[in-house]
């Protein structure tokens, strides 16, 4: 059984570039839910995805955007990057719309200068 | 709304002592509860969850919570702390009629004395 992975493991960008990020769900699973987690603070979540539609979303603007693919992976999208959007992004896979148990991928490491 | 809030961002033992890890919540709907821990550098691993069975749940690596309704708690014990216990922990809520969005607390910093 393949576990969360996402791609890349670190990035770095300047603010008001635009940046993509990566997951790929565990097998089986098809929601996908990504988080951002601030440096020292716990993961805040931005979106979900089930069958390739957004099934829910946190306080975070438009300017981040989502797809999930009919293989259930998934891209993370942020234009007009900004200096506090450097955190860790979190991907996590789990089974059914109402899925409770989530099991996360390593994380991408953002940084914005 | 829905939060959880974990109580000390910093807590210390000694190795072979007690660990305890408060966290309390606060939901419109029954909650669902779970434990997540996380090493440097890398994702969350889940400890345990509470999904409305049995309210003393237990999980790996030797640790346990129990909920207790009446005062909006899911603490987290282990008997004996092992040096390898040292990570960040959250606690964290979902909802039951939907699971998809999970709050998470703030974190504890657990740190093992030898």
């Known amino acids: 059984e393949t576990g969360v992975t996402q791609s890349p493991t670190h990035l770095i960008k300047t603010r008001g570039q635009q940046v993509t990020l990566r997951c790929s769900s565990q097998?089986?699973?098809?929601?996908v839910s990504w988080y951002q987690q601030a440096l020292g603070q716990g993961p805040q979540f931005i979106f979900q995805y089930y069958r390739e539609e957004e099934n829910g979303r946190g306080n975070f603007p438009p300017r981040f955007s989502g797809l999930q693919f009919p293989n259930y992976s998934s891209e993370l999208n942020v234009n007009a990057l900004e200096l506090d959007d450097s955190a860790l992004y979190l991907c996590?896979?789990?089974?059914?719309?109402?899925?409770?148990?989530?099991?996360f991928g390593p994380g991408t490491r953002l940084t914005v200068t | 709304a829905q939060s959880v809030t974990q109580l000390g961002s910093h807590v210390s033992v000694s190795e072979g002592a007690l660990v305890l890890l408060r966290c309390n919540y606060s939901?419109?709907?029954?909650?669902?509860l779970f434990w997540y821990v996380q090493y440097p550098n890398q994702g969350l691993q889940l400890l345990l969850k509470y999904t409305s069975a049995a309210t003393l749940v237990k999980g790996i690596n030797g640790f346990e919570a129990e909920f207790k309704k009446s005062e909006t708690s899911f603490h987290l014990t282990k008997p004996s702390a092992h040096m390898s216990d040292a990570a960040e922990y959250f606690c964290a809520v979902t909802l039951s009629n939907t699971g998809n969005q999970f709050y998470f607390g703030t974190g504890t910093s657990l740190t093992v004395i030898p």
């Open positions: 939901s419109s709907v029954p909650p669902y």
């Open positions: 996590a896979s789990s089974l059914g719309q109402g899925g409770v148990e989530q099991y």
């Open positions: 097998s089986g699973h098809n929601t």
